[in-house]
């Protein structure tokens, strides 16, 4: 049974992680190759981060019997500056969940031709039939797709490192890489917390909480440096693109792109789903109003808030709770590092 709890939480985990930046390949452009080569070491120091942050988490919720996101930032942060944060991090999942759907109306326009509307309204749905089956809906989701998305996005890396003649490591920037890669991480953190903290039923072990937090790091670790050798091979072709992967993929024909349009949507939808899971536990425990009611509520803002642009969105307000996360994720691993209870963790046999 804890295997497949780990399986399942690692899906989680990098579900949450593998958004529209991550798939279409312009967070890999904007946090880690504009530093040439060196961007790889970020993407190797992002993934260590959030590897170490998720079991940070799922550890200290499974040690003191933390149910929610509310609970955990009240343990780390004390009632008062923990309540703050919590009501920021409310703001920020909703955020999330309009960038997503903002992004499949973009991707749609983009790939098809359709409606800015109609993919905003129909991940929307999407999102709200997952809602309706609660943490079961949102981790069965997650374990399904999220194997589809390394697979995918790995072959089609792979395929364009290979199938390029442009050499990989061809741009060389020394820059301030540690930065970017401790914000990328940061930033990714917040809503990731909302999620794996609200899974006491999932995650209830030490042990899951170790191996599923550090696979989902690795998990995504593994995907980003493939995808940035294979867009760093391709530099020039890229450079630039609003969805660089998919750009990429259309060089090696029809098929292929279309392929990748379906990973990068379902790489939206599992992030849209989660966060709107995550947004409706945040509420339920907050304002005690129907459950049903809060989801249509969520998703008719959710459609309403995307229509602002996902460039907008994303432009405006993940660089304000990027140096947010920093502070959180910083705070998490001192907290983690310093328990007493961590550092007899070896002395146990649960761990």
């Known amino acids: 049974m ?11 985990y990098t579900g949450i992680i593998f958004g529209a930046g991550f798939a279409s390949g312009q967070e890999h452009l904007t946090f880690f190759l504009r530093y040439g080569h060196y961007g790889i070491m970020g993407i190797m120091l992002a993934g260590t981060l959030i590897a170490l942050c998720g079991w940070a988490v799922m550890d200290i919720c499974v040690r003191q019997g933390i149910r929610d996101y509310r609970g955990f930032m009240a343990a780390v942060f004390g009632r008062h500056l923990g309540g703050l944060l919590d009501i920021i991090t409310g703001a920020f999942i909703f955020v999330i969940f309009s960038a997503m759907l903002a992004a499949t109306g973009a991707l749609g326009y983009e790939a098809a031709g359709l409606p800015f509307s109609w993919g905003v309204i129909f991940v929307a749905m999407l999102c709200f039939v997952v809602m309706l089956f609660d943490l079961r809906g949102m981790v069965q989701i997650n374990t399904l797709i999220s194997p589809i998305l390394i697979i995918g996005a790995l072959a089609l890396g792979l395929y364009a490192i290979f199938g390029s003649a442009q050499p990989a490591f061809a741009r060389q920037i020394a820059n301030s890489w540690p930065t970017s890669a401790v914000v990328y991480a940061s930033y990714n953190l917040i809503p990731a917390i909302a999620v794996l903290a609200a899974m006491p039923n999932l995650v209830t072990t030490r042990k899951i909480a170790r191996a599923g937090g550090i696979a989902g790091g690795l998990f995504l670790g593994i995907i980003g440096i493939v995808l940035a050798f294979a867009l760093l091979a391709n530099m020039r072709l890229v ?10 993929a259309r060089n090696y024909g029809h098929l292929l792109a279309g392929f990748y349009v379906i990973i990068l949507f379902l790489a939206i939808f599992t992030t849209a789903a989660t966060n709107a899971f995550s947004l409706t536990q945040w509420l339920i425990a907050r304002t005690g109003y129907n459950k049903m009611k809060l989801k249509i509520t ?3 803002l959710g459609i309403i808030a995307a229509h602002v642009g996902f460039s907008n969105i994303v432009t405006h307000a993940y660089r304000f709770f990027g140096f947010l996360g920093l502070f959180i994720m910083v705070a998490i691993i001192i907290y983690f590092l310093s328990s007493k209870k961590f550092k007899k963790c070896d002395r146990t046999k649960n761990v």
């Open 239 to 248: 450079e630039g693109m609003q969805l660089p992967m998919l750009g990429l």
């Open 298 to 300: 969520i998703t008719i």
């Open 2 to 12: 804890e295997r497949i709890g780990i399986i399942k939480t690692a899906c989680v």
